[in-house]
């Protein structure tokens, strides 16, 4: 089976992180995406997030009608721990954690936004992420397929004389290099951003061109991001 992972903090989950999902389920042919809501990521240590349970609530919401979409518990917090307390979610422990319920034939795929994976390198232990598993990236206006290759970490980035005829070549297809499995979705045309959402939550205004009609409900009766 093909396997989606797509981890992030969901606050709140909204149209552009499910049509990234779809997109990724077509483009290879997976089988299950399971969304993993982080308790404690490691890029927003010091930014306040919505309580795990709202969060993850709200992705079960999201994900209700669709059959191959699971919410996960992978990096729920521990029972009596607060986020201060717990150590940070890294994306190569949740992935080897995940890995080791799957079958000899099994294949892992993981799906990330343009703007993080060109953080990706950054990321703890970023070559051996690459080693567990593919990855699924969503484009987005202004990235090239230059930019991509440039942002892999630096011991699997390719030369720059290999890059330079791609800095004006929009990010799709595959991009294979030793020890690199890309595959790059076309930019979904998506105006949510968690952002935005919560910004115009706490201004009381309409959340129906960002999130599902459950999850906009589910915001106002908790009064989250007032």
């Not at 009608?65 to 518990?73: C, H, Q, R, V």
């Not at 051996?128 to 699997?156: M, Q, T, Y």
């Amino acid at each position: 089976m093909n396997i989606g992972l797509f981890g992030g903090t969901f606050d709140p989950v909204h149209r552009g992180h499910v049509a990234l999902a779809r997109a990724a389920m077509e483009r290879c042919k997976l089988h299950r995406v399971y969304f993993v809501p982080a308790n404690s990521p490691p890029h927003k240590q010091k930014q306040p997030l919505t309580a795990f349970a709202h969060r993850f609530a709200m992705l079960a919401l999201a994900t209700a009608n669709e059959k191959a979409f699971a919410p996960s518990l992978l990096e729920a917090p521990e029972e009596g721990e607060s986020r201060k307390k717990d150590k940070p979610n890294y994306t190569i422990d949740t992935v080897r954690r995940l890995k080791q319920s799957f079958k000899g034939s099994d294949q892992l795929f993981l799906l990330i936004g343009m703007d993080a994976f060109a953080e990706i390198a950054k990321w703890h232990q970023a070559e051996s992420l690459f080693r567990e598993c593919e990855f699924i990236v969503a484009g987005r206006p202004g990235f090239s397929l230059a930019d991509v290759a440039n942002a892999l970490p630096e011991k699997l980035r390719p030369r720059p004389e290999v890059t330079k005829p791609f800095q004006k070549q929009v990010a799709t297809g595959d991009l294979v290099l030793p020890g690199v499995s890309l595959h790059l979705v076309e930019d979904l045309h998506q105006p949510a951003s968690a952002t935005a959402i919560r910004q115009a939550a706490s201004s009381g205004k309409p959340l129906g061109r960002f999130v599902e009609p459950a999850i906009a409900e589910y915001i106002k009766k908790m009064g989250l991001y007032k």
